[in-house]
């Protein structure tokens, strides 16, 4: 046999062959997958349009969407125009403006706390009890079946968080409600 016919592989080559060979693997991966992609997004339904959307919904929200179309309630009474431009009769006496009075400012909305929602009277009691060892003056509500022990003190809702803490370390777990 002579030198000529026989194949010797460098290991250089063997390495740029191999790494030839994981590109075009990647690149098979990448391909498929986007094809996929696409596929998956041809078979989904069209999506309907903004019209389509408005005959799904209930008709009394149609209705009250009506009135951004123009066609409302606020479309019912007409509002009389004014021309400033008119000149003004004299005979007439001018309408008194009207005086407002100072409006109050908004109270703060007052809110309590709220250690125990439950059917049961004796846990309710339990709680309440222990809320008053505490310290912490409870009233029983009963509301759609539950007795709800909260606090008989009302407050701001920045107070209510921050008698929460201490109620928190007392081995309670309260929350805000608000009282109307």
Do not use: Y
Request: charged share 30%; no cysteine; hydrophobic share 40%.
């Amino acid at each position: 046999m002579s030198q000529r016919d026989q194949i010797s592989i460098q290991s250089q080559s063997l390495l740029w062959v191999a790494g030839v060979g994981v590109g075009l693997l990647t690149l098979a991966f990448v391909l498929g997958v986007q094809v996929g992609k696409q596929s998956a997004a041809l078979r989904r339904p069209a999506q309907k349009g903004v019209e389509e959307e408005l005959k799904d919904l209930p008709e009394p929200l149609l209705d009250q969407l009506k009135i951004f179309e123009g066609e409302g309630p606020d479309r019912l009474v007409p509002t009389p125009k004014v021309d400033a431009t008119a000149p003004k009769d004299e005979s007439k006496p001018e309408p008194k403006a009207e005086t407002r009075t100072a409006e109050k400012p908004a109270e703060p909305e007052a809110w309590t706390l709220q250690l125990v929602a439950t059917a049961e009277a004796a846990e309710a009691k339990r709680v309440a009890d222990k809320a008053k060892a505490a310290g912490f003056a409870t009233t029983t509500v009963k509301e759609k079946g539950q007795l709800k022990v909260r606090l008989t003190k009302t407050s701001d809702r920045a107070t209510a968080d921050r008698t929460a803490e201490k109620l928190k370390k007392a081995g309670f777990k309260p929350f805000a409600v608000k009282v109307e």
